[in-house]
């Protein structure tokens, strides 16, 4: 077994050594709890959860950490616009975060953070960086803290940008910084916010800042230094550069290895809440099977964008049903015991090969091909065989079925239920109708089916139907 995954520090892909042999442990940035999730928010939570996965297949013990970022500025402006406490839209926004990433079948973190309930660390870190001249106070008598950009020599590394080329960002404030770049530790309270958003420290009354809270609650519950710390590609800067900063002027080893997912993109710009363009997750999985959903998710590169379209969800619902039904056909049934030497040596290389899902997803549908040609010719031994070999390669994937993860998520098999029903009761009445010999009865059933879209094949076992 040899993982590789892309190393952004060095820009090419390179063989996945863990910290300690056997375990991994992953620390990935929640998400920023003002708002329900979209398809962008959870492509990450999709990305991550098959990287698990698929180390946990190959024999690896994984710990993963992702945090809830619960305060912070725009959790405070959006709550005041809706008249409500900013800790109950938190909290309101994280449960439904929790809704959406179960319902696409990812398992929850090993732990999963709050910044509220580290303020702590938070304090004692930045205490350190003062200590070592990576930080200072803001002279203004405001309470903030910042990070001196300029006392960390490898300042840019994980971006690859000189500090020189670096502009602050456009609704930084200024005040109180040796220079613009300069990032917040902490926020002192300002006379508008509520006394509930703000913390005792010694340089005064505030909050962290949010590139802080990563790396103290990475520090608690991973140590020193970690294997994999990502996200959302939008986090590479300034949040992961300002992360690694912080936490390496401190005198940690911090991620080894940094792993940024692509945008889900409309009409090629990036799913967000600030364009309107998102689409929730738990509004989308009432409209589309949620395997489906993953799939869509899954399939593509972690690295490449992927464009969200009307007809998106209806492909990948289409090519689910494809595997569906030489599930159905082969027999499929019951909760899957899964066992890394069933899978195609295909599948494992492209796994290996930087979490390849494109390569991976195509030795599925090749192999969903070949097993319905084996069955097809009456060769129920290899159609068995390709059968176990689909549902590993699924089981890795999150698309298993029969996984007990998906118990109570709403994957369309309520509706599907009714509408296998229905379909039979047509398909006997038509067995009737042939049974009795009256041809035209039974013709007309078929051909009303099949101006559904539905086709029917008659087997040795009755008449079998599928999209």
Known sequence: MSFH??????????????????????????????????????????????????????????KVVANVTDIDDKILAKSA????????????????????????????????????????EMIELIKKLIGRDHAYVAEDGSGDVYFDVHSWPDYGELSNQRIEDMAPAADADPRGKHDPRDFALWKGTKPDEPTTASWPAPWGAGRPGWHLECSAMSLKYLGAEFDIHGGGLDLRFPHHENELAQSRAAGYGFARYWMHNAFVTMAGEKMSKSLGNGTVVTEVTQQYPARAVRLYLAAPHYRSAVEFSPTSLDEASAQLERIDSFLERAGASGEFVFNFSQL????????????????????????????????????????ELTLTQVRAMLHVLGLEPFDPAWAGSHDGSDLADIVDGLVQLLLEQRAQARARKDWAAADAIRDQLTALGLTIADTADGARWSR
Not at 10 to 32: D, R
Not at 44 to 55: S, T
Not at 367 to 380: F, T
Request: net charge negative.
């Open 344 to 383: 195609p040596t295909a599948f494992v290389e492209a796994m290996d090969d930087d979490l390849g899902t494109p390569a991976a997803v195509a030795v599925i549908f090749e192999a969903v091909r070949q097993g319905n040609r084996y069955l097809d010719a009456g060769d129920k031994q290899a159609a």
């Open 5 to 62: 995954l892309f190393d952004e520090r060095i820009g090419a892909v390179t063989e996945f050594i863990p910290l300690n042999p056997g375990k991994v442990s992953i620390y990935h940035c929640g998400l920023t709890v003002q708002s329900a999730p979209h398809l962008g928010h959870i492509r990450k939570e999709v990305v991550f959860d098959v990287l698990r996965r698929w180390l946990t297949a190959e024999g690896f013990e994984v």
């Open 81 to 120: 616009a809706l008249g409500m406490e900013w800790y109950e839209l938190a909290y309101s926004v994280e449960l439904e975060l929790h809704r959406a990433y179960q319902a696409l079948g990812c398992l929850p973190p090993s732990y999963e953070p709050r910044a509220t309930g580290h303020i702590p």
